[in-house]
């Protein structure tokens, strides 16, 4: 079955750090860019950092810029993003997408995954940031 799956969720203290996971099933991820996405309660989805195909872009979200990194390990078929500094406000459900030769463009993927016609999107992880 072709699929991504997040992992690493859960609840933190605010301050603290998690790392999500967003592994590939069925396919090899080595062409795709991906993006990490979330949506809170009550709140549209937001695009909050995808990287390339070829791993030459980045792109964060103000919202999480300087806490967030992105990174892939194309050896494990996994998405990494690494989130320190956690706030509350950073609760919310957080989803990976991928689409496949996406070099530079990935400010647009994030901010425009509809248009941008995603090929997979994950099930979601919960990250809850609360003391």
């Known amino acids: 079955q072709l699929q991504l799956v997040e992992s690493g969720g859960g609840l933190v203290q605010p301050g603290g750090s998690l790392r999500l996971s967003c592994a590939a099933s069925?396919?090899?991820?080595?062409?795709?860019?991906i993006g990490w996405f979330r949506q809170a309660p009550g709140k549209e989805r937001e695009g909050i950092s995808c990287i390339s195909s070829s791993d030459s872009s980045t792109y964060y979200a103000d919202s999480v810029k300087g806490r967030f990194t992105i990174s892939r390990d194309n050896a494990q078929n996994t998405v990494y993003l690494q989130m320190n500094s956690l706030k509350p406000e950073d609760t919310a459900v957080y989803y990976c997408?991928?689409?496949?030769?996406?070099?530079?463009?990935?400010?647009?993927?994030?901010?425009?995954?509809?248009?941008?016609?995603?090929?997979?999107w994950g099930k979601g992880t919960l990250v809850t940031v609360s003391s």
């Open positions: 997408a991928g689409r496949p030769n996406v070099i530079t463009a990935v400010q647009a993927m994030c901010d425009f995954p509809s248009s941008y016609g995603m090929d997979y």
């Open positions: 069925g396919f090899t991820l080595d062409y795709y860019a």
